[in-house]
């Protein structure tokens, strides 16, 4: 037996129209793999006694955190953190994921350009996202080398 009071349904009938309504928008914003990256972020966390880290703060205030695990001079495992918005969350992601298995010379090579390549685009007011996350995983890598 339902419980719900009118109010209740009103309230949850409003949420998911106005999910829908939200989702829309990115969708007319952002490519597919921008959104796929960022709902779903598979890299987003920590890595307790990482062996490379890094922290910035970009130019619209979001931070970025890199963490690396490296084993034979490859990444073998590597997470980010943010409090950004969404072009953030999925430029981390896609960093990390792409940097898992290759060597760190390979991947201090990374432009800002190749991440933006692989999420299908940014937007203009986002390109600073890419820049953020490949500038956080280099800074990483040249902490290690410290």
């Given at each position: 037996m339902n419980y719900k009071n009118k109010k209740e349904e009103n309230l949850e009938d409003w949420v998911k129209d106005?999910?829908?309504?939200?989702?829309?928008?990115?969708?007319?914003?952002?490519?597919?793999?921008?959104?796929?990256?960022?709902?779903?972020?598979?890299?987003?966390?920590?890595?307790?006694?990482?062996?490379?880290?890094?922290?910035?703060?970009?130019?619209?205030?979001?931070?970025m955190r890199m963490y690396l695990k490296i084993h034979d001079n490859k990444i073998t495992s590597a997470c980010f953190w943010t409090d950004g918005c969404g072009a953030t969350i999925a430029s981390g992601n896609m960093l990390t994921r792409i940097s898992i298995g290759k060597n760190m010379g390979e991947v201090s090579r990374i432009s800002q350009k190749q991440l933006i390549n692989k999420l299908n685009g940014l937007p203009n007011e986002h390109i600073h996202c890419a820049k953020l996350a490949t500038d956080t995983l280099k800074k990483a890598i040249e902490n290690y080398h410290k």
């Amino acid at each position: 037996m339902n419980y719900k009071n009118k109010k209740e349904e009103n309230l949850e009938d409003w949420v998911k129209d106005l999910q829908r309504k939200i989702e829309k928008e990115e969708e007319k914003i952002y490519s597919k793999k921008v959104i796929e990256e960022y709902r779903n972020p598979v890299n987003f966390g920590i890595i307790k006694k990482p062996d490379a880290y890094a922290e910035i703060k970009g130019p619209c205030n979001d931070t970025m955190r890199m963490y690396l695990k490296i084993h034979d001079n490859k990444i073998t495992s590597a997470c980010f953190w943010t409090d950004g918005c969404g072009a953030t969350i999925a430029s981390g992601n896609m960093l990390t994921r792409i940097s898992i298995g290759k060597n760190m010379g390979e991947v201090s090579r990374i432009s800002q350009k190749q991440l933006i390549n692989k999420l299908n685009g940014l937007p203009n007011e986002h390109i600073h996202c890419a820049k953020l996350a490949t500038d956080t995983l280099k800074k990483a890598i040249e902490n290690y080398h410290k």
